[in-house]
């Protein structure tokens, strides 16, 4: 059964980091992309970052460019969004979310054919 499981999320302050992992089972992460994505109480939800796996394109919103990276773990079936210097407004439920593909990211919600249940992030004093 393909899955996805989201971890890593918590309370951080302003200015903290947090590393989020995102485990796939059912499938190999070899031929995917991967996205990750955030929706805020009241808000719809946005994707932030997205990894092509086999070429290692990523893409990132302009609201968390030069502050997140996503990356996979070569060694396993995990990929993890590593998030510095956050903010309050980074607040959410996060995603991660994938489709099989190669090569340039789609970054439309409708692309992604799995998902997994999210994970919470506070970022509070």
């Known amino acids: 059964q393909l899955q996805l499981v989201e971890s890593g999320g918590g309370l951080v302050q302003p200015g903290g980091s947090l590393r989020l992992s995102c485990v796939a089972s059912?499938?190999?992460?070899?031929?995917?992309?991967i996205g990750w994505f955030r929706q805020a109480p009241g808000k719809e939800r946005e994707g932030v970052s997205y990894l092509s796996v086999r070429d290692r394109i990523t893409h990132y919103s302009n609201d968390v460019k030069g502050r997140f990276i996503v990356f996979r773990d070569s060694t396993q079936n995990i990929v993890y969004l590593q998030m510095y210097d956050l903010k309050p407004d980074d607040t959410a439920v996060y995603y991660c979310?994938?489709?099989?593909?190669?090569?340039?990211?789609?970054?439309?919600?409708?692309?992604?054919?799995?998902w997994g249940q999210g994970t919470q992030v506070t970022v509070s004093p």
């Open positions: 059912g499938f190999s992460l070899d031929v995917a992309v």
């Open positions: 979310a994938a489709y099989a593909g190669v090569g340039v990211v789609r970054t439309a919600e409708r692309d992604y054919d799995y």
